[in-house]
């Protein structure tokens, strides 16, 4: 079974397969039946404290606004991610022999395989560079609200509080990566956005 997967399902599709099952679950509400469900466990706190703590905590992001920038920057990442596939794929058929003016986003989408096979694409952009890279920018929202945390406590007031840019930040670094990715997949006319983007989102960031 494995095999049979590993031959007619390589990884850069089953990494697809399992944003196809975030993306169903999002549609179907399940995250939300599910902390419902948790929600009635607080009803019976004898069962376990600590469940009844972790409740709260999910409770308590699920309704702030932390969970739709965590959504937001998520969703920039898995776009970074499959517009690089796409990037890679289309140099990798220029290396093949292809004319540029004859690879459409359907011939590099299924470039995506003999590029794996080629080592073009490799765990740097599946699972591990992924989880790597939601893991860095998680450390950099919370050392953002570390930084207010202790400039209120020392009463110190910036004209921006440091979460706002790190989070201004980290979307507009994705975003432009994401428009680097579409340029180097033969994406005509993504080096003006670029520039426009250089010139009024981090100049805005800057202020």
């Known amino acids: 079974m494995v095999k049979w997967l590993k031959e007619h399902f390589p990884p850069p599709y089953r990494f697809l397969s399992v944003l196809g099952f975030i993306v169903l679950a999002d549609v179907l509400d399940v995250y939300e039946r599910f902390v419902m469900h948790l929600s009635k466990l607080l009803d019976y706190w004898e069962i376990k404290v600590m469940a009844g703590s972790f409740l709260s905590l999910i409770m308590t992001i699920h309704n702030s606004d932390v969970a739709y920038i965590a959504q937001a920057i998520f969703w920039l990442i898995v776009l970074d991610i499959i517009t690089k596939w796409f990037a890679i794929s289309y140099e990798y058929l220029q290396e093949e022999g ?84 579409m340029r180097d997949s033969g994406v005509p006319h993504m080096d003006k956005l670029m520039d426009l983007m250089s010139t009024n989102v981090l100049g805005r960031l800057r202020k």
């Not at 699972?127 to 609200?145: C, R, T, Y």
């Open 98 to 181: 292809i004319p540029k003016e004859r690879i459409t986003v359907v011939s590099t989408f299924f470039g995506w395989i003999p590029a794996f096979k080629a080592g073009k694409i490799n765990s740097t952009h599946l699972g591990f560079g992924f989880v790597s890279k939601v893991v860095q920018i998680a450390l950099l929202l919370v050392a953002g609200d570390m930084i207010d945390s202790a400039l209120a406590n020392s009463h110190i007031e910036l004209g921006i509080r440091a979460i706002t840019f790190t989070i201004g930040y980290v979307c507009y670094s994705e975003s432009l990566s994401i428009i680097e990715n």
